[in-house]
């Protein structure tokens, strides 16, 4: 999720501006079932470790999803990851990332965690990019892409208008020549 100015979160890391439906639900019952790797940046993590264990309102197949599927997640500064099923990794190993994705299995996910996004990117280790525009200017923020001092070149491969005002767009980066 991200809004129109580009963060992913309000500068406090409020997510209540999220346009969230059915469809969106759907969408995401869809995404857990190509998935079998979750990674979280700290943040991220411990407000997801918060919610799911105990969440009840939400979807039962996508709350048995969150909670089941193995999770990693990058600090430096927690020394516990307590949630179902989750590593925690102090530093992130490019090569050890790349022998991940060589693995055979399902996807593997970043959700939120703009720093951990932001330090992928960098490193060439995301494959698609899967973001969901939220009809919202939040004029300041989180940014989902920090850092940069070259330009990321992605090509659009979808794009989805939602009933809701969001617009789903998948892109795939380009090497540049």
């Known amino acids: 999720m991200v809004s129109l100015d580009g963060f992913f979160a309000g500068p406090k890391g409020e997510i209540d501006w999220f346009v969230w439906d059915d469809t ?18 700290r943040v991220t993590y411990e407000m997801m470790a918060s919610y799911w264990p105990t969440a ?9 999803a969150m909670n089941a599927l193995p999770k990693i997640v990058f ?6 990851a307590d949630w179902n099923n989750t590593r925690l990794v102090s530093a992130i190993n490019r090569e050890e ?3 991940m994705k060589q693995q055979p299995g399902k996807d593997i996910v970043i959700y939120g965690s703009g ?10 280790l995301i494959d698609e ?3 969901i525009v939220n009809p919202v200017v939040l004029g300041r923020g989180k940014p ?12 659009l491969l979808k794009a989805t208008t939602l009933g809701s005002g969001n617009v789903l767009l998948r892109y795939e980066p380009v090497a540049v020549p």
Request: hydrophobic share 45%.
């Open 24 to 41: 969106l639900k759907d969408m995401s019952i869809s995404t857990l079932g190509r998935v079998d790797t979750l990674l979280f940046g």
């Open 75 to 80: 600090s430096s500064s927690l020394q516990k």
């Open 144 to 155: 989902l892409f920090t850092g940069f001092t070259h330009t990321l070149n992605l090509r």
């Open 56 to 64: 009840k309102e939400d979807d039962p197949v996508i709350v048995k």
């Open 115 to 124: 720093s951990i996004v932001s330090t992928f990117a960098h490193a060439g």
């Open 97 to 99: 990332i790349v022998k």
């Open 129 to 131: 990019y899967l973001l």
